[in-house]
């Protein structure tokens, strides 16, 4: 059955998500208003623009797209597969996390004003999605591996030295211990992080967007195809409720693009991750941080667990959960390929509730514990780029379809200021901007780093890159990633768009 739901060949299109997808613990709570929801009864038969995706680029696109100045009330059409925020946004680790390091210091900078406006929206709008800030300690169990992490933090405070500051190096074994990983060769610490319930932000953004007006949703509809349509709505969405055309479409559907892209199979990879929730030991404090459990036996270099944990007190259900996830190493079925997340791997859920016990010291009652009690067990599907950055823009040769997707498991730092950016292209080639400035207007108001524009040049290069499927079975995966240099970008844009011919 698991291969059924995988791409065989892995440069073959995703295949739509699932009707029974496995149980999110983070869909435990759902959200009354949004289960179900169907702004309109019947699905309208045109729209503005039709946003494909509900989860955190989706969502903020549309959030964006209303507060924007050149809105002016049109018509914007949210459709979902599934229930909202249903895909890998409502099925994550339930982190908002900068990597300062690992692509390189212009995505760290782009990363901390994503993290930044994200919890300024949270706290503006009291948004109860238990957001709490904290500092991330990236614990690391191979000499090696840490080896190599040192280095990119060396050249992250060459390249700028500002963004260098949020990173802080431990290696004394009592400092360690303070933060619970004692056995670690290392620890990277980085304040600015966060733990959330992704799906409660996400829900209270869809709510006020419909409540508003300015949005209409349809869940439960997923969009079988997409095709050509006339000259003042050039694009159909075919779904089983019916088609809807429309001027542009906005495609959020991460590790699900290339069922509606087919050329981009080969660029934005589905993989099934696994996330469990587990009880912590009896009378086990609360930690204080989240973490990254790097390089571990049998763990390639490109793959971590990760791990934070709810509260104790004040909220519904106060049970103090680790949220775990990873476990790519126990790895039972193929993972890279797939977009069915209906399917739990025992061989990864295993891992997960034990590993904890040994890498770390939890507090509590540990004595005799083999494994820890798993409340919830789920998959969720990524959308692993194959240049490890994702793509946000226009696609080429088809005018009026955007997309903003491939965040290769990291797109709560990203999501939400990719998704304004991919707002601001698209209202800016209405009014008839010229590329360039467009480009340059995209970075000044969101800070999108150079690598994240889809261009031809680009895809042309990633295409000499290993295949994604490949890349992770040899433990390479994101270890071609490109960091341009602070050479300009009107330069570095100018080289995507007009290559060289030498």
């Given at each position: ?65 209303a ?14 597969a ?8 409502g ?10 390091v ?34 991330a ?5 191979s ?49 600015a ?15 006020k967007?419909?409540?508003?007006g ?26 089983p ?13 991460n590790?699900?693009?290339?069922h ?7 660029l ?6 696994e996330?469990?929730?587990?009880r ?40 103090g ?6 476990g ?52 969720g ?11 946000i823009?226009?696609?080429?040769d ?6 903003a ?7 709560m ?33 969101t ?27 040899e433990g ?20 995507m ?6």
């Amino acid at each position: 059955r698991d291969t059924i739901m995988s791409s065989v060949a892995h440069d073959q299109p995703s295949g739509l998500p699932v009707h029974n997808s496995t149980h999110s613990f983070w869909h435990s709570e759902p959200n009354e208003f949004l289960l179900g929801h169907r702004t309109t009864p019947e699905l309208p038969s045109d729209a503005d623009v039709v946003i494909v995706g509900s989860g955190i680029t989706g969502s903020s696109a549309a959030r964006f797209l209303a507060e924007d100045s050149r809105y002016n009330g049109r018509n914007i059409v949210m459709l979902e597969a599934r229930e909202a925020c249903w895909g890998a946004t409502g099925r994550n680790g339930g982190h908002c996390q900068v990597l300062p390091v690992s692509r390189g210091a212009e995505v760290a900078r782009f990363e901390l004003l994503n993290y930044n406006t994200v919890k300024e929206y949270v706290a503006q709008n009291e948004v109860p999605c238990e957001w709490r800030s904290l500092t991330a300690c990236f614990a690391f169990y191979s000499e090696d591996i840490f080896k190599d992490e040192l280095k990119k933090v060396a050249a992250l405070k060459v390249a700028d030295p500002e963004m260098g500051k949020l990173i802080e190096v431990v290696t004394d074994k009592a400092e360690l211990a303070k933060y619970r990983v004692s056995t670690a060769v290392g620890c990277a610490l980085c304040p600015a992080a966060a733990s959330l319930w992704p799906y409660k932000l996400v829900a209270f953004v869809l709510e006020k967007l419909v409540k508003a007006g300015q949005l209409n949703l349809q869940t439960n509809t997923p969009v079988e195809r997409l095709e050509p349509g006339d000259g003042t709505r050039p694009h159909v969405l075919h779904t089983p409720r019916g088609a809807i055309r429309t001027r542009t479409v906005l495609l959020c559907t991460n590790g699900y693009t290339s069922h509606l892209l087919p050329a981009f199979a080969d660029l934005i990879v589905p993989v099934r991750g696994e996330m469990s929730s587990l009880r912590p030991p009896a009378g086990a404090p609360r930690l204080a941080n989240s973490y990254g459990l790097e390089g571990q036996p049998g763990q390639s270099g490109h793959l971590s667990d990760y791990l934070n944990q709810r509260p104790y007190e004040g909220v519904p259900n106060p049970a103090g959960h680790y949220m775990y996830g990873g476990g790519d190493a126990g790895a039972d079925f193929p993972r890279v390929g797939v977009w069915d997340d209906s399917v739990v791997d025992e061989g990864m859920g295993a891992r997960l509730r034990s590993t904890l016990l040994r890498r770390m010291e939890l507090g509590g009652e540990t004595e005799g514990l083999e494994e820890l009690e798993a409340t919830h067990q789920w998959t969720g599907i990524m959308g692993y780029s194959r240049d490890n950055m994702p793509w946000i823009g226009e696609v080429p040769d088809t005018k009026g379809v955007w997309l903003a997707a491939g965040f290769t498991g990291h797109g709560m730092p990203n999501g939400t200021l990719c998704g304004k950016a991919i707002v601001s292209m698209m209202l800016d080639e209405e009014e008839q901007v010229d590329a360039l400035k467009t480009y340059a207007n995209v970075v000044e108001k969101t800070g999108l780093p150079q690598g994240y524009f889809i261009t031809e040049a680009r895809i042309e290069k990633a295409r000499k890159l290993p295949p994604v499927a490949k890349a992770d079975a040899e433990g390479t995966f994101g270890a071609h990633t490109e960091r341009p240099s602070e050479r300009g970008i009107l330069t570095y844009l100018k080289s995507m768009i007009w290559p060289s011919s030498a």
